[in-house]
């Protein structure tokens, strides 16, 4: 049984709290992982925009977004300009490399990304994505491999971009196995790794997932002779949640669920390309989460 872990960082108090402890819990565990980094200005107070978005509130509600984020976080960009992230936390990113983690871009400006891909221009997305790429080297002193969109928000624009990045891979979409992926004619050359899990921000709250149960009900979602792909928030179980991953953790420990790095399954996979699967990438809905996302449609489906 094999699981990735992809870590996706959100915000400035994510990166300043929550990778370090992070960072602690896998090394307890010998684990590695993937850390994706929101590379720009913190701007999560923008997100009240979404309070329009079908099942927002409601996500709201039953999450404690104000305990999980803290109302500094969730006033950066509105009340005072957003943190950047990569000029304040350069050694912190650093620092997960350093203990042997892969390192990769999530974004530059998460809510930007997030909420505004759609409307974006190829000229737009290709700028955006670039911003990010700079922030990186800078921090990193080389260039990215690999990128996981903001809210799981990818689309042709973005696709071919990261083509024009030369990335190995991606993790931009909900799916259930590694793909290339397609938009109407267009076949793209980077390699899509869906996160094929729930994540726990679209459990938390729902009366038929109570949190004592959470663990078991992930190690009854693993599928054995296949990737599992787990994301995981710094501002969720780098924080609040912190204990109750670690239970996860134990749980994967006990019944020998091998840790993989992305990275690595790319690799492994691109040595025979012809056995790697095109499938349409397409907009829609994920149970637990607001708006649209990017889905990976199995052939036949």
Not at 96 to 103: F, I, L, P, S
Request: with cysteine; aromatic share 8%; hydrophobic share 40%.
């Amino acid at each position: 049984m094999q699981l990735a872990l992809k870590i996706d960082v959100d915000t400035e108090r994510g990166t300043r709290e929550g990778v370090p402890g992070l960072l602690d819990l896998l090394g307890k565990y010998n684990i590695s992982a993937t850390f994706l980094f929101s590379l720009g200005p913190d701007n999560t107070g923008r997100a009240i925009r979404r309070i329009f978005r079908p099942g927002f509130l409601k996500k709201v509600s039953r999450t404690s977004i104000v305990e999980i984020y803290g109302w500094r976080t969730l006033l950066n960009g509105l009340l005072w300009p957003g943190p950047h992230i990569g000029e304040r936390h350069a050694d912190v990113m650093r620092l997960a490399r350093a203990k042997g983690h892969e390192v990769g871009i999530h974004c530059y400006d998460h809510i930007r990304w997030q909420d505004g891909l759609r409307t974006m221009t190829m000229r737009q997305v290709r700028n955006e994505l670039n911003k990010a790429r700079d922030v990186f080297k800078n921090v990193f002193g080389q260039e990215a491999r690999t990128a996981g969109a903001a809210g799981w928000q990818a689309n042709a624009y973005s696709l071919q971009a990261y083509d024009e990045a030369g990335f190995v891979y991606g993790s931009d979409v909900r799916g259930q196995e590694p793909f290339f992926p397609k938009t109407s004619d267009n076949v793209y050359r980077t390699l899509q790794i869906p996160t094929t899990l729930p994540t726990l921000d679209e459990l938390l709250g729902r009366p038929e997932y109570p949190l004592g149960g959470l663990v078991d009900h992930y190690m009854s979602l693993l599928q054995p002779h296949k990737l599992n792909v787990l994301t995981i928030h710094t501002e969720l179980e780098g924080m609040r949640y912190k204990d109750w991953f670690e239970g996860v953790l134990k749980a994967c420990r006990e019944r020998d669920v091998q840790f993989v790095l992305l990275i690595d399954v790319a690799h492994k996979l691109l040595k025979n390309q012809g056995m790697i699967p095109v499938c349409e990438l397409v907009q829609a809905e994920i149970d637990g989460r607001s708006g649209m996302l990017a889905v990976q449609q199995l052939p036949g489906a």
